[in-house]
């Protein structure tokens, strides 16, 4: 069975540019997490999807964040403007019914 | 909020030692996972825990679920260079946000 897929797996951009990452879950999966991993900070919840309705979206660090859920394979997390202290790895993660979490292998950011 | 604090921070052992990590929690979790992480790949799930004092192995792995509900360990026996990465615990309460801890450093030397 594919596990939770994430693209691209490496971002390089400029200060200022927008980036966009993907994922899409589990299939049947009703449940969507976007953390991100930094040395610092370790895990950070940005965003939790159930039934692609975003229920917390308390982790996103500012309006330069966004993401969405159109449909229930398929989600976007979005920098717009990027800055170098977006720089981190941002995962992915689905489950059914908000038990186990399965994680998606990652997309690091670098934002120069 | 939720504060988890795992330790140790990190471990050197030497192959075909038993290993021992544990995470606790400032509040009663109801779920208790723990991850493995490998450098540049994502978490992946090991053991996860719904019950009080829940005792449950997969292979070498073992963890359990506090009495309490305040805390969980993970044990490794007979560790073998590929355990080599970062084990992180993460606790769920009522709802379903998951805490995570900051991560043990798992480093075995053949």
């Known amino acids: 069975d594919a596990g939770v897929i994430q693209s691209p797996r490496h971002e390089v951009t400029e200060m200022g540019q927008e980036v966009t990452l993907r994922c899409k879950p589990i299939?049947?999966?009703?449940?969507l997490f976007w953390y991100r991993q930094t040395m610092m900070r370790g895990l950070e919840l940005l965003i939790y999807?159930?039934?692609?309705?975003?229920?917390?979206d308390s982790g996103m660090p500012e309006d330069r964040f966004s993401a969405k859920m159109p449909n229930a394979s398929f989600s976007t997390l979005k920098i717009q403007p990027s800055e170098p202290r977006d720089s981190a790895v941002y995962f992915c993660?689905?489950?059914?019914?908000?038990?186990?979490?399965?994680f998606g292998e990652g997309s690091r950011l670098t934002v120069l | 909020g939720q504060q988890l604090n795992q330790s140790p921070q990190s471990m050197f052992i030497q192959e075909g030692e038993d290993v021992s990590m544990n995470c606790t929690s400032s509040?009663?979790?109801?779920?208790w996972l723990w991850y493995k992480q490998d450098p540049g790949e994502g978490p992946v799930l090991l053991i996860a825990?719904?019950?009080?004092?829940e005792l449950t192995s997969n292979g070498r792995l073992t963890a359990q679920f506090g009495i309490t509900r305040k805390d969980s360990f993970l044990n490794i026996s007979a560790s073998i260079p590929s355990d080599v990465g970062i084990y992180f615990c993460?606790?769920?309460?009522?709802?379903?946000?998951?805490?995570f801890g900051k991560g043990t450093l798992l480093t075995v030397n053949p």
């Open positions: 993660a689905s489950s059914l019914g908000g038990r186990e979490l399965f």
């Open positions: 299939s049947g999966h009703n449940s």
């Open positions: 999807f159930n039934n692609n309705v975003p229920i917390d």
């Open positions: 509040s009663i979790f109801n779920t």
């Open positions: 825990l719904y019950k009080a004092g």
């Open positions: 993460a606790g769920r309460g009522s709802n379903y946000k998951l805490t």
